[in-house]
């Protein structure tokens, strides 16, 4: 019954499998995580602080091991464990781009040397043809005077900007962002923001941590609570955000929104 | 004492002692060239999770250090051509010894630099889809080596001075010239003085370059 009725739906894009991850013996971070993600969705993701938010994207991303559970991907088997090995297919990573809360452009070379290394060196696009695209998305979110300009040259939000062109760069079919406003300046946030709204507008799929409520309640499809390692709740932004079933969801929302002004 | 200081005659014979310069640079250039690479590619080797991996590496850095550079010059002159049956020209020699010794001082220099790499550069590399090689060659060396570019050059002056002790192997470079010349002119103060100030001339620009690369870190980090 309950299969036929998983088979009428098309292959979710992302799916999560009882994943567990723990960085040390005996102190699991992600205890049991189950996601299914269909490709039109934004997930923003909320919950207080150590609650596995970033562990969460981090193995979304194909960045750590995994204690047990798995993960796939368009349909394609993409994190597994045998044993104590977790098997992560690089190609599948591919699909994902992430940026992070922290800078990460390549300080040593400048906005479009960042923009073309991977598309250059992973995917064999002569040097010629990248740079073309980097200037054309570069001109889409108004980067484009910044071409030639070094990390150390650019605003926060302009650096986190570049960052996530630079992942746009791969062509992925799920973006993952992970707090990455909240190393910038108040007055920076915005413009990030409405890059990140942009790729909402073109139905990018993306999955989003952030403790900007205003935000997650513009662009999220759907909203996550995730605390000591689970998903508390589920549900549309109206539900999870405006009336959540938890109290832990409800003092969180509730504490937030009264911070966030 | 009533010495009659002559160094006209010293510079009569300055084409000596120009040769010897030049061969002291190629070999300082040459070994600091290769020593870049072998210092990170050591310094790589130390922070291996390996311990296999990581104790040749060890053993073959302390062994360079607790030595005096003159015993591993030796060594490496007599040793080297008997234990592997090569010939190699005495500049060759001159060039592969340097480039070890200096090696492993920019390795310990390279082992913090590669440690300072931020990791969230490097899993930015990952969801790039760059390979472990790409992430070493793209990301990790051209971080670490802005670091540790101050650090290098005073190892490279180092180098350059203690390539003066490859003229007791009979490598024709400064030193070696200068000994020459001071047995040819019986003119060892003039001579000597005119080496000392050639090796003070060409190191003290780059050292005056390490403390103006310094000061601009340390201006840039307020
Ligand atoms: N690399 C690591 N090594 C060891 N422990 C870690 C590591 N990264 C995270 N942790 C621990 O895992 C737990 C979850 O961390 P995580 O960063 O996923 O939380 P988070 O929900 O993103 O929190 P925040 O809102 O503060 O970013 C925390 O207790 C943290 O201390
Ligand atoms: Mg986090």
Redesign the pocket.
């Known amino acids: 019954m309950s299969n036929s009725f998983k088979s009428a739906r098309p292959d979710p894009l992302l799916r999560i499998d009882a994943v567990y991850k723990s960085?040390?013996k005996g102190a699991p971070?992600l205890r049991g995580i189950d996601l299914e993600m269909a490709a039109g969705e934004r997930v923003v993701v909320i919950?207080p602080?150590?609650?596995?938010?970033?562990?969460?994207l981090r193995v979304v991303m194909g960045l750590e091991q995994i204690d047990d559970g798995a993960i796939t991907f368009a349909g394609a088997s993409y994190v597994t464990v045998t044993g104590r090995r977790t098997r992560i297919d690089a190609r599948v990573r591919r699909s994902i781009g992430m940026v992070f809360q922290n800078y990460t452009l390549f300080l040593h070379l400048n906005v479009v040397g960042n923009l073309i290394l991977a598309p250059c060196k992973v995917n064999g696009e002569s040097r010629k043809t990248a740079t073309a695209r980097a200037l054309t998305l570069l001109d889409r979110f108004g980067l484009a005077e910044k071409a030639d300009a070094y990390p150390s040259q650019l605003s926060g939000g302009q650096k986190q900007r570049v960052a996530i062109v630079r992942a746009l760069m791969l062509d992925p079919a799920l973006m993952l962002f992970d707090?990455v406003t909240s190393a910038l300046d108040p007055e920076l946030v915005a413009e990030v923001e409405q890059v990140i709204l942009q790729l909402a507008g073109q139905n990018l799929p993306m999955i989003i941590?952030t403790h900007d409520m205003w935000f997650a309640r513009r662009i999220a499809s759907r909203v996550l609570f995730?605390a000591e390692g689970r998903i508390i709740e589920d549900g549309p932004p109206e539900q999870v955000l405006g009336s959540p079933r938890t109290e832990r969801a409800r003092d969180f929302v509730h504490r937030v929104f009264h911070i966030g002004g | 004492m009533n010495y009659v200081y002559d160094f006209a005659s010293v510079f009569r014979n300055a084409d000596t002692l120009i040769d010897g310069l030049s061969l002291s640079l190629e070999i300082a250039a040459a070994a600091n060239l290769i020593a870049v690479f072998g210092g990170f590619v050591i310094a790589l080797l130390l922070l291996s999770p390996s311990r296999l991996i990581r104790l040749p590496a060890t053993l073959f850095v302390e062994f360079f250090r607790c030595t005096p550079f003159l015993v591993q010059i030796f060594w490496f002159f007599y040793c080297v051509p008997m234990l592997l049956d090569v010939y190699l020209s005495s500049r060759a020699l001159g060039i592969l010894a340097l480039s070890l010794i200096l090696s492993t001082f920019n390795a310990e220099a390279f082992r913090g630099a590669v440690q300072a790499v931020p990791r969230d550069q490097i899993d930015a590399g990952i969801a790039l889809g760059l390979s472990p090689f790409q992430r070493v060659a793209h990301i990790i060396f051209p971080t670490a080596l802005r670091l540790v570019i101050p650090v290098l050059l005073t190892n490279g002056i180092l180098a350059f001075q203690t390539s003066s002790l490859l003229s007791l192997v009979a490598v024709e470079e400064l030193m070696f010239s200068g000994k020459m010349l001071s047995a040819k002119i019986y003119r060892p103060i003039e001579t000597f003085t005119v080496v000392a100030l050639i090796y003070l001339v060409v190191s003290l620009p780059v050292s005056q370059w390490v403390g103006w690369l310094e000061r601009r870190r340390v201006r840039a980090e307020r």
């Open positions: 960085y040390a971070v919950g602080s150590g609650g596995g938010k970033s562990t969460l707090e941590v995730c």
